[in-house]
C-alpha cells in the first residue's frame, strides 16, 4: 500500500527545533522529487522546501532560509526537514507530497503525485 506518513511535529517554544520525517512505504523514493508544504489555520497551503530526486537541487521559501534544511535518505526511503530558530509564525500542518520529474527539478509549486496527512507543529510559549 503506497503511504506517505509525517511524523516530529509537536509542541515547542519559540527559538526551539523540530524534526520531521516523511516515511514513504509503497513506492520508491529516489525516483521522485520531495516537497514539504505547510497550511497554517486560516491560510492557503505554501510551498516550504523541496529536494530533487538526485538530491542535488533544493530550494527555499524565503521565510525559512536560513532555518530550515530539507534532506533525503534514499536508503531508508525517507525524507527530513530539520527546523530551527523556530517562530510563531511556523505554526502549521506540515505535509510532505512527492512528483515525479526529469532530470533533479525541485519547485515548491505544481501539482504533486502523492501526499501525506500531515503532521501539526505548534509554535508556542
Known amino acids: 500500500q503506497l503511504q506517505l506518513v509525517e511524523s516530529g511535529g509537536g509542541l515547542v517554544q519559540p527559538g526551539g527545533s523540530l524534526r520531521l520525517s516523511c516515511a514513504a512505504s509503497?513506492?520508491?523514493?529516489?525516483?521522485?522529487?520531495i516537497v514539504w508544504f505547510r497550511q497554517a489555520p486560516g491560510k492557503e497551503r505554501e510551498g516550504v522546501s523541496c529536494i530533487g530526486k538526485r538530491g542535488g537541487s533544493t530550494k527555499y521559501t524565503d521565510s525559512v532560509k536560513g532555518r530550515f534544511t530539507i534532506s533525503r535518505d534514499d536508503t531508508k526511503n525517507t525524507a527530513y526537514l530539520q527546523m530551527n530558530s523556530l517562530k510563531s509564525e511556523d505554526t502549521a500542518v506540515y505535509y510532505c507530497?512527492?512528483?515525479?520529474?526529469?532530470?533533479?527539478?525541485?519547485?515548491?509549486?505544481?501539482?504533486?503525485?502523492?501526499w501525506g496527512k500531515g503532521t501539526l507543529v505548534t509554535v508556542s510559549s
Open positions: 507530497a512527492v512528483t515525479r520529474r526529469p532530470f533533479d527539478w525541485c519547485g515548491l509549486s505544481g501539482g504533486m503525485d502523492y
Open positions: 509503497g513506492l520508491t523514493l529516489n525516483s521522485y522529487a
